[in-house]
Each structure stands twice: as structure tokens, then as C-alpha cells.
């Protein structure tokens, strides 16, 4: 009989989304007539920005054209996009990027995961606490973990609480780490970085030769001028730093799928014989052998972005995500109940009320008030009497929802 990897009895019962969604569904085919109002997944809901939907369309009506088809593209995504990536995301706020260095891929979800293929098993890896589920699960998957505790840790993992003592920002470890995943805007606490703040991270990095997972995928949430947008942005980043972007929760496309990450040409690790290698070109044989490349349609719509309509579009996007929640963070405020992030970010972190648990809170608001968010445990043992409330919704329900919330909760 062939044998499995067992690394995946390693994880723990489900994966939050898909454990939240089993509780829902069971709970609207038991009451078919309650009208569920859904903050929890972080999937938008406006439409697509005008811009990308008529360059696709556009796209679409070339494959149809024996002169303009295209069929496999580059592995890396095509030159005309990554290069607007570039001067646009990097080049413009000073950053020395190049589009050489920029690989187009279906999601910064899959990258943050894939990116372990290059990468040997016996790298002491760190992640905040709480944290984005995908890259604990992806590293339990890999083997890099151990086996996991009573308190849901896994032993092969260097964990560092973010809490309200520390501002919601990972302490500097005090010991050598070799692999570091940090997001900013945080999902799911909704802080922010400093230059000073990412500037210590890099100067730890380099002093221990480690290397950093940036997932930037919240950055044009940022309104604040003085607040870094990419990691790359701190003098010796590009030695220490791979970063990943997205365009689904700036330009909607968590359902069309496109991100790309960066590996500088600069960033090396080390192999077993001791010989220093170039990460960039690990990713690039990587990508080369096991991905086929993005669309062509789908690239075009993302280089839409960059188009002048497409920024202005997009940038009404982000600003009706972020008035969402704003209306959520101050009418919870309002109502008595401790509420962090939700400014420079999409989501709201709030303090479960009455000294519920996040999943016991989870339960009575979708059973009470009929309203879905993520319990914070699902995130770590540090979330747990902590909840995330998404911002991506219409404007109706998300009043509707703060409404049910806060009649019932209110302190």
C-alpha cells in the first residue's frame, strides 16, 4: 500500500476557515430563515475596478485571434507587468527593485507556502502569536515543526506573543532564529510598522544571517505617510528579505488570483557544504519546474492597476473598505468594547466581551445576533479572548452587523 506524509496527521483538527464555515453552514441549514451576515473570511465583495475588467476583456477578445493568441507565457510572469510592478510598488517610494526580481504568481497564499521548497529542514523558524494560520500549517506540512503540544504549539516553532502589552508588535527574539514571518498591516491584529521597528528586524536579520518572510499583502491599506509600504524600503532589506504582495485586497482579486513575490538577486542562503547560494535563482528553477505562470488575461487586468483609472479605482476601493472600518471600530468603541487596528488596516481585533472564549464568543454571535467573524484562537494560543471582525462587506450589512453587535454586547 503506498504510504502518505504523515507531517499532515500533524495538524490540528481544520483549518480555521474552513472549520468557521462548517459551524455556519450547520447553523444556517438548522435555522433556513436567519439572515447571516458574514465578517469573518478576509474575501471581498465590490466588484472588480472597471479599468482591470476592460483590459481582460480585452485580453480575452486577443486569444480568440490567431495573430494575438498567446499561449504559455513565462514562468515569471510577463516583462510589461512585473516591470510596472517595480517602478510603481518599489521604485517609486525608493526602493531598488528591479522586475527582474519580481515573479508573478495565483496568490500570495500559495508563495508564502511554496517558498519553503528552497529551503532546507533544519532552519529554527519563527512566527508571531497570533499569527495567518497558512504559514504554520505550510511548515507542519513541510516537516519543520515537531509535534504539537497541548496548547496547540508545535515544538519545532519559535513563537512570539503579540499582545496589547507590546502594541501588538513581535518582540526582537533573544535568541538566533534562521527563518522570520512578519505581516504588515498585521493580519489578523491590524497593526502597523515603523521604519524604526522594521529597521530593528533587519538589523537582527543580517547580524544572524537570517532571512525575512514579509507579507505586505494589506500594504495599501496604509495612509500614513510616514509608515513603510515594503520592508524593502529599510536600508539592507534587500540582503535579508523576501516579500510577497497581492492584488486581492487591494483590486479585488481573491477570486481571479494574481500576487507575486520578491527574492532579490542580493538575498543568499546557505547549503550543507557550506557554500553561500542565491535565492533568486532557487525560486526561479523552482517556479520554472512547478508552476505554468499566470494568465495572460488575468496579468493584463493586474497591469490595469497601474493604469491611471485603475489607481484611482483602486484607491476608492481601499477607502471603502477602510470607512467599513472605521464605522465598525468606533461604534464598537462606542459601545464599550476594546477595539485595536481597523485604521490602517481592513480589520478589526476586538476583545471578546463578558470573559467568553473567542470560539465560545464566535458561537452566541452567530447564534444571537447572526453575525460571523474568526475567533482569534484560530490564530494562536495568544489570540485566544480576542476576535477579528473583517471590514470587507457592503455598507448595509456591515451597519446592520455593528448594529446586532452592539445592541447585544454592549458594556
Same mark, same amino acid.
Given at each position: 500500500?503506498?504510504?502518505?506524509?504523515?507531517?499532515?496527521?500533524?495538524?490540528?483538527?481544520?483549518?480555521?476557515?474552513?472549520?468557521?464555515?462548517?459551524? /455556519?453552514?450547520?447553523?444556517?441549514?438548522?435555522?433556513?430563515?436567519?439572515?447571516?451576515?458574514?465578517?469573518?473570511? *478576509?474575501? /471581498?465583495?465590490?466588484?472588480?475596478?472597471?479599468?482591470?475588467?476592460?483590459?481582460? $476583456?480585452?485580453? #480575452?477578445?486577443?486569444?480568440?485571434?490567431?495573430?494575438?493568441?498567446?499561449?504559455? *507565457?513565462?514562468?515569471?510572469?510577463?516583462?510589461?507587468?512585473?516591470?510596472?510592478?517595480?517602478?510603481?510598488?518599489?521604485?517609486?517610494?525608493?526602493?531598488?527593485?528591479?522586475?527582474? &526580481?519580481?515573479?508573478?504568481?495565483?496568490?500570495?497564499?500559495?508563495?508564502?507556502?511554496? !517558498?519553503?521548497?528552497?529551503?532546507?529542514?533544519?532552519?529554527?523558524?519563527? #512566527?508571531?502569536?497570533? =499569527?495567518?494560520?497558512?504559514? =504554520?500549517?505550510?511548515?507542519?506540512?513541510?516537516?519543520?515543526?515537531?509535534?504539537?503540544?497541548?496548547?496547540?504549539?508545535?515544538?519545532?516553532?519559535?513563537?512570539?506573543?503579540?499582545?496589547?502589552?507590546?502594541?501588538?508588535?513581535?518582540?526582537?527574539?533573544? @535568541?538566533?532564529?534562521?527563518?522570520?514571518?512578519?505581516?504588515?498591516?498585521?493580519?489578523?491584529?491590524?497593526? #502597523?510598522?515603523? @521604519? &524604526?521597528?522594521?529597521?530593528?528586524?533587519?538589523?537582527?536579520?543580517?547580524?544572524?544571517?537570517? $532571512?525575512?518572510?514579509?507579507?505586505?499583502?494589506?500594504?495599501?491599506?496604509?495612509?500614513?505617510?510616514?509608515?513603510?509600504?515594503?520592508?524593502?524600503?529599510?536600508?539592507?532589506?534587500?540582503?535579508?528579505?523576501?516579500?510577497?504582495?497581492?492584488?486581492?485586497?487591494?483590486?479585488?482579486?481573491?477570486?481571479?488570483?494574481?500576487?507575486?513575490?520578491?527574492?532579490?538577486?542580493?538575498?543568499?542562503?546557505?547549503?550543507?557544504?557550506?557554500?553561500?547560494?542565491?535565492?533568486?535563482?532557487?525560486?526561479?528553477?523552482?517556479?520554472?519546474?512547478?508552476?505554468?505562470? #499566470?494568465?495572460? !488575461?488575468?496579468?493584463?487586468?493586474?497591469?490595469?492597476?497601474?493604469?491611471?483609472?485603475?489607481?484611482?479605482?483602486?484607491?476608492?476601493?481601499?477607502?471603502?473598505?477602510?470607512?467599513?472600518?472605521?464605522?465598525?471600530?468606533?461604534?464598537?468603541?462606542?459601545?464599550?468594547?476594546?477595539?485595536?487596528?481597523? =485604521?490602517?488596516?481592513?480589520? !478589526?481585533?476586538? @476583545?471578546?466581551?463578558?470573559?467568553?472564549?473567542?470560539?465560545?464568543?464566535?458561537?452566541?454571535?452567530?447564534?444571537? =445576533?447572526?453575525? /460571523?467573524?474568526?475567533? *482569534?484562537?484560530?490564530? *494562536?494560543?495568544?489570540?485566544?479572548?480576542?476576535?477579528?471582525?473583517?471590514?470587507?462587506?457592503?455598507?448595509?450589512?456591515?451597519?446592520?452587523?455593528?448594529?446586532?453587535?452592539?445592541?447585544?454586547?454592549?458594556?
Amino acid at each position: 500500500m503506498a504510504t502518505i506524509n504523515d507531517n499532515y496527521l500533524k495538524l490540528k483538527a481544520g483549518y480555521l476557515f474552513p472549520e468557521i464555515a462548517r459551524r /455556519v453552514n450547520a447553523f444556517a441549514e438548522a435555522n433556513p430563515q436567519a439572515e447571516i451576515i458574514k465578517l469573518g473570511i *478576509g474575501d /471581498v465583495t465590490e466588484p472588480l475596478p472597471e479599468a482591470c475588467c476592460q483590459a481582460m $476583456i480585452k485580453a #480575452v477578445e486577443e486569444m480568440s485571434d490567431r495573430s494575438t493568441f498567446k499561449g504559455y *507565457g513565462p514562468e515569471q510572469g510577463y516583462a510589461w507587468l512585473r516591470e510596472k510592478i517595480a517602478a510603481s510598488d518599489f521604485q517609486g517610494r525608493g526602493c531598488e527593485i528591479d522586475g527582474s &526580481e519580481i515573479f508573478v504568481s495565483d496568490g500570495a497564499k500559495c508563495d508564502t507556502g511554496n !517558498i519553503l521548497d528552497i529551503f532546507g529542514k533544519n532552519n529554527t523558524i519563527a #512566527v508571531t502569536d497570533p =499569527v495567518y494560520p497558512v504559514y =504554520v500549517d505550510t511548515n507542519v506540512m513541510a516537516g519543520h515543526t515537531g509535534e504539537v503540544n497541548n496548547g496547540g504549539e508545535y515544538e519545532g516553532l519559535v513563537y512570539i506573543p503579540i499582545t496589547e502589552e507590546n502594541n501588538f508588535t513581535a518582540e526582537i527574539p533573544s @535568541k538566533k532564529v534562521d527563518l522570520i514571518y512578519l505581516c504588515f498591516p498585521n493580519n489578523p491584529t491590524g497593526a #502597523v510598522a515603523s @521604519k &524604526e521597528y522594521l529597521k530593528a528586524w533587519v538589523d537582527y536579520a543580517k547580524a544572524n544571517d537570517s $532571512i525575512i518572510f514579509f507579507d505586505a499583502a494589506y500594504e495599501a491599506y496604509i495612509r500614513d505617510p510616514e509608515l513603510p509600504h515594503s520592508i524593502y524600503e529599510i536600508e539592507g532589506a534587500k540582503d535579508c528579505a523576501i516579500e510577497f504582495r497581492s492584488f486581492s485586497k487591494n483590486a479585488g482579486f481573491t477570486g481571479t488570483r494574481c500576487a507575486y513575490t520578491v527574492v532579490p538577486k542580493t538575498l543568499k542562503a546557505t547549503a550543507s557544504d557550506g557554500t553561500e547560494v542565491e535565492l533568486h535563482k532557487l525560486w526561479n528553477r523552482r517556479q520554472s519546474t512547478k508552476f505554468n505562470g #499566470v494568465s495572460y !488575461i488575468v496579468q493584463r487586468g493586474a497591469e490595469a492597476v497601474y493604469s491611471e483609472a485603475g489607481q484611482a479605482q483602486v484607491k476608492k476601493l481601499i477607502d471603502f473598505y477602510l470607512e467599513n472600518a472605521k464605522i465598525i471600530r468606533e461604534k464598537l468603541t462606542a459601545a464599550g468594547l476594546s477595539v485595536y487596528g481597523g =485604521v490602517h488596516s481592513p480589520y !478589526i481585533w476586538l @476583545k471578546t466581551p463578558q470573559g467568553l472564549s473567542s470560539w465560545d464568543f464566535f458561537d452566541k454571535l452567530l447564534q444571537t =445576533v447572526n453575525v /460571523v467573524g474568526t475567533p *482569534g484562537s484560530g490564530f *494562536g494560543a495568544a489570540g485566544e479572548g480576542y476576535f477579528r471582525i473583517s471590514a470587507f462587506n457592503s455598507r448595509e450589512n456591515v451597519e446592520e452587523a455593528t448594529k446586532r453587535i452592539t445592541e447585544k454586547f454592549k458594556v
